[in-house]
């Protein structure tokens, strides 16, 4: 077994709902838990996931988790489908750590994307909502309104340096959503978000500029402007 594997073990040992965890030759991680039914985590290491990746990894043995290792890793959101729909899941290394205490892990979703999934679906505005990765979604909106992708992001302050590393997450997304109610974006933000044409929004903001095109859309913002 390689360094890798038994170095995700020893990690995921440290939870508080691990009882243990050991590593197998094929790879893959079996964690027995304290309080629910043991499950098998295969840890890789690629920078983004495809349906092509999950195939290969569940070719030999069905895990209950793919665990994407890297801090900026994420996958497709058909990976995860697919996954689903073979029993198993693919998650982040944080959204494993967040899971391991739930009944089944598999299904579990970062409570700020899935709020806010749940709230912009419900726009009057939104006809379709379609994943595209663990934090991010198109938006297919009616009445000849172009289609949008929105990513989700946890800021206290947004910084332009975290704009910056936002948009390099998700080079595809028209507008950034800081789903923290009372972040704050920096006068530097906002100026380089409206210079690369990217939305920088919470979602009182975001519920609002739906509903809008162009311009209109990204100046869809009440007056005050950033924090510094």
Not at 171 to 197: F, I, S, V, Y
Request: aromatic content about 8%; charged content about 25%; proline content about 6%.
């Amino acid at each position: 077994m390689s360094s890798f594997t038994t170095w995700f073990a020893d990690a995921v040992k440290r939870h508080d709902a691990v009882s243990s965890a050991t590593p197998q030759v094929s790879g893959h991680v079996h964690v027995v838990r304290k309080d629910h039914e043991p499950v098998t985590i295969a840890p890789v290491r690629a920078d983004w996931l495809t349906p092509a990746d999950v195939e290969r990894i569940l070719k030999d043995q069905i895990s209950t988790i793919i665990c994407l290792v890297p801090k900026q890793a994420h996958y497709s959101w058909e990976a995860r489908e697919l996954a689903m729909r073979l029993g198993s899941t693919v998650h982040t290394m944080k959204e494993v750590f967040s899971s391991l205490s739930d009944e089944d892990p598999r299904p579990f979703l970062n409570k700020d994307v899935a709020y806010a999934r749940s709230r912009l679906e419900q726009h009057s505005k939104v006809r379709e909502l379609r994943m595209v990765c663990e934090s991010s979604m198109q938006l297919v909106r009616t009445d000849g309104l172009p289609p949008i992708t929105i990513a989700v992001e946890y800021q206290y302050e947004f910084t332009e340096e975290a704009l910056v590393a936002a948009v390099k997450h998700h080079p595809d997304a028209t507008a950034l959503l800081n789903a923290n109610p009372n972040g704050t974006p920096t006068t530097a933000a906002l100026a380089h978000a409206k210079a690369a044409r990217r939305g920088l929004f919470r979602l009182g903001e975001l519920m609002g500029a739906l509903n809008y095109d162009g311009d209109e859309f990204f100046n869809c913002r009440p007056p005050g402007g950033g924090s510094r």
